[in-house]
């Protein structure tokens, strides 16, 4: 088959598993190419890690005036990339804000940000893994929220929560679960706390996106399952 037709066909058989979940295609192990040949296939939602190799791919998007393209930052974001992450061409949602510091580091940049809006999530660290990132605990979650809350007439809108699956363990299956049962979770006490009941959450890769929309995942971000 060609590689055209593999990814065509990858990205129908996910999207009949995932129903009206978001599938956001996993660009990071993959040249443009195979990104052009994803979109072509009808997929518009791209997430990549790396502000470098995000803003390489978005560039020849412009340039070849595909469009429709959203664009989806999901690694870890230091304070000093902001500036170039924010540059980006039709930049749709960043899944992985981790910390206040970087929250506010955003909100000073924000100008950098020539679109209407960026959707933000908030990134929690289910697992405690300590190569991980994302809050903590409910407590260190409660003052960004606050600050995006207070924050109405910012480009930056709370969409939702992201994490992440834990990587070393015994029983991948049950731990990936109690990680998404977590989220679900935070989600709960949010909206209780603060009336918010339309956060999404972020949650699933090609591991484990099954076990993530059994816990209610709204975007699942998938590289391999697509790509390879
Ligand atoms: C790489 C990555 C994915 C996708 O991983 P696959 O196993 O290739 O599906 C999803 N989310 C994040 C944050 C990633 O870094």
């Known amino acids: 088959m060609s590689q055209k037709n593999k990814i065509a066909k990858n990205i129908q058989e996910l999207r009949a598993e995932i129903k009206e979940a978001q599938l956001v295609g996993v660009t990071k192990y993959s040249p443009v190419e195979d990104v052009i040949l994803a979109y072509e296939a009808g997929l518009y939602d791209f997430g990549e890690n790396r502000t470098s190799d995000l803003k390489e791919k978005a560039e020849v998007f412009k340039t070849q005036e595909l469009n429709k393209v959203r664009w989806h930052f999901i690694g870890h974001l230091q304070t000093n990339k ?28 924000e100008n ?45 809108k709370l969409h939702g929560l992201m994490t992440m699956g834990p990587i070393r363990t015994e029983d991948f299956e049950a731990d990936a679960r109690k990680c998404f049962k977590a989220l679900a979770h935070v989600q709960k006490t949010l909206a209780e706390r603060y009336h918010l ?21 709204d975007y699942v971000r998938i590289g391999s399952k697509i790509f390879k």
Request: hydrophobic residues 35%; aromatic residues 8%; without cysteine.
């Open 82 to 109: 902001v500036r170039e992450l924010l540059q980006i061409p039709r930049l749709w949602a960043i899944h992985s804000v981790d910390s206040l510091r970087l929250l506010e580091e955003l909100y000073k940049r």
């Open 112 to 156: 950098e940000f020539k679109g209407s809006e960026i959707k933000v999530f908030l990134q929690i660290n289910t697992s405690h893994e300590e190569e991980k990132s994302g809050f903590e605990t409910i407590d260190e979650l409660y003052p960004a929220v606050d600050l995006m809350l207070s924050r109405k007439d910012s480009k930056f």
């Open 197 to 217: 009941n339309d956060l999404k959450l972020s949650m699933g890769m090609s591991q484990d996106y099954s076990i993530a929309m059994e816990e209610g995942s």
